[in-house]
């Protein structure tokens, strides 16, 4: 299937996935830092120019340590995030789903210089576009991913209504799709619910808002709820 | 089994997992609370796998598997994490696992050390014949304010009139591009090794030409007391880091046994220790160059000594630290 999901199997067996994240999103990210470290530059630079030449050496210590740890220092202290990367949903982590570790995300950052070359990330966007995990050079070399958090939802609550057994038997995905519209279904225009059950009008038999109900009805059953 | 009555048999188990990671991942330490209260993480953790397995072969509605997932997700983070005390894991990183991890690239670091040190001798001993030889690889202004530098009748002058904040200045502007380069020349060995080649050897040159050049214009007083002290770790760093570059440039030539991202992956992971030692001795180099080498109170002979037992120190290290009880260094 063409998606963006990177799926793992664990120890355990089980296959786990997760959303990879584009090249936009990242490049957000990356400008968001950005403009955290030239704000941090100049505010050093403003207080330390009373220093004189011992401020100036202070100053290059700290755009010293900020350009090449302040991605590995977040990275590893804030669950795989810089505050770019947290506002912008996502995270880093190794590719076999533990939290990245020190030495993936010092390698990762470090062959950062590489993927910005020529210039402008150059190197590094070829890498992620003709990647399948959207890997720069140094998410390569380091094994890292960058994936979307996975945003905890709530339990839905399917629409209340009586439980119909269906007339005939359908096939697993069929009743998952059945779920999983009913579960969609409140968070989607009633015109498009109709929309989107008259397309199983050979099985409910009904049409407009009666056929949306039908299969609440179809999906009250299926999980259950005798 | 309907989902209903699988969810009510296992909500319970779900919640308290729930609650378990939740205090994992609050607390750093938090895995030893879990395991003096009695409750069974990992085994906890291995139960719902298996309910997310169910699950998902049973097609139960997309909500419950993706609410299964979320929690088997963050416990596979939570259990295969690696918590180990951060300071135990540098004293050990000093006294093992870097000199272990460069004596295991032996064959390299011979390749980076002559790399490094050929054009060094070479360029030396061509600037040492000929006064004019310097001008093949710097500009006439440079060599000027080279010379005047190390000139013996005015750097004194200049020298002791440099307080101390000007030492500051040099330190902080030392950390910010001699370990800057080291991480370049680390990096640059993922350009199929040209970048590492290209700073090793261009570093050599200019060495090299700037030692030859200032020895014939017998400049030696003023010149070889301020490169001997801090040159022990500095030059031994560039070249571990050229070491490491080179790691990542063999990964690619040639992979082995392995696929050429994996043999780069390995490559890059055995690269880190050297690295990040490399580049604390370019921090010790840097804070010896800005206030030991420079300062002129001290007299030739004491900083030769000096520079003599901060050589024999660091080869020490390198051949002896962390030698037997087979230790592996890679984490």
């Not at chain 2, 010896?288 to 300062?295: C, G, L, Q, T, V």
Request: hydrophobic share 45%; proline share 4%.
């Amino acid at each position: 299937m063409l998606d963006t999901r990177h799926t793992f199997e664990t120890p355990e067996g089980i296959d786990l996935g997760l959303s990879i994240a584009g090249v936009v999103v990242r490049a957000q990210a990356w400008l968001f830092d950005l403009i955290i470290r030239i704000i941090i530059y100049i505010s050093f630079g403003i207080i330390l120019a009373y220093l004189g030449r011992f401020g100036m050496g202070l100053l290059l210590i700290i755009i010293f340590i900020a350009e090449w740890f302040y991605p590995v220092l977040f990275e590893m202290l804030k669950e795989g995030a810089t505050p770019g990367k947290r506002r912008m949903g996502i995270r880093v982590i190794n590719d076999n789903g533990t939290p990245v570790t020190w030495s993936a995300s010092i390698v990762r950052n470090l062959l950062r210089t590489v993927d910005f070359m020529p210039f402008m990330y150059g190197l590094g966007l070829v890498s992620i576009l003709i990647n399948r995990d959207f890997k720069r050079l140094g998410d390569l070399a380091a094994g890292t991913l960058v994936v979307y958090e996975e945003e905890a939802r709530g339990a839905p609550q399917l629409p209340p209504g009586d439980a119909e057994a269906l007339p005939r038997p359908l096939t697993l995905e069929e009743q998952q799709a059945v779920l999983e519209f009913t579960e969609r279904s409140t968070r989607i225009s009633p015109e498009r619910s109709e929309e989107l059950a008259a397309l199983l009008e050979p099985l409910t038999g009904k049409e407009g808002e009666e056929a949306v109900k039908q299969l609440y009805r179809y999906a009250h059953w299926l999980q259950g709820s005798v | 089994m309907k989902q209903k009555a699988f969810e009510e048999k296992h909500q319970q188990s779900w919640q308290r997992l729930d609650a378990q990671l939740a205090k994992l991942e609050k607390k750093r330490e938090a895995k030893l609370v879990l395991a003096d209260s009695g409750e069974d993480f990992p085994a906890l953790y291995r139960s719902v796998c298996h309910h997310l397995a169910l699950a998902k072969d049973r097609h139960y509605s997309p909500h419950l598997i993706n609410q299964l997932h979320g929690l088997v997700l963050r416990g596979h983070q939570q259990l295969y994490t690696q918590k180990r005390p951060f300071v135990s894991q540098i004293v050990q990183f000093l006294l093992r696992g870097f000199p272990a991890a460069l004596r295991r690239e032996v064959r390299l670091l011979w390749l980076a050390t002559v790399l490094f040190l050929l054009p060094a001798l070479v360029m030396g001993w061509l600037c040492y014949g000929d006064r004019e030889m310097i001008y093949a690889v710097h500009s006439a202004t440079s060599v000027m304010q080279m010379e005047s530098m190390y000139d013996p009748s005015n750097s004194a002058i200049g020298r002791e009139e440099r307080e101390s904040d000007s030492d500051f200045y040099m330190f902080g502007y030392y950390i910010y591009n001699n370990i800057g380069i080291g991480f370049r020349t680390f990096a640059s060995g993922l350009l199929y090794g040209i970048g590492t080649l290209f700073v090793l050897i261009s570093n050599g040159v200019f060495i090299g030409s700037v030692a030859g050049h200032l020895t014939q214009r017998g400049f030696t007083d003023t010149f070889w007391p301020f490169v001997s002290g801090h040159g022990a770790f500095e030059l031994t760093a560039i070249v571990i880091c050229g070491v490491a570059g080179l790691q990542l440039a063999r990964a690619l030539y040639s992979p082995g046994r392995h696929g050429r991202i994996n043999a780069l992956k390995r490559a890059a992971h055995e690269a880190v220790p050297l690295v990040i030692g490399a580049a604390l001795m370019l921090l010790i180099a840097a804070f010896i160059e800005a206030f030991w080498s420079s300062s002129s109170t001290v007299s030739n002979e004491i900083k030769y000594g000096v520079a003599a037992i901060l050589w024999l120190l660091v080869i020490c290290y390198f051949l002896f630290a962390g030698r037997g009880r087979g230790y592996h260094g890679s984490q």
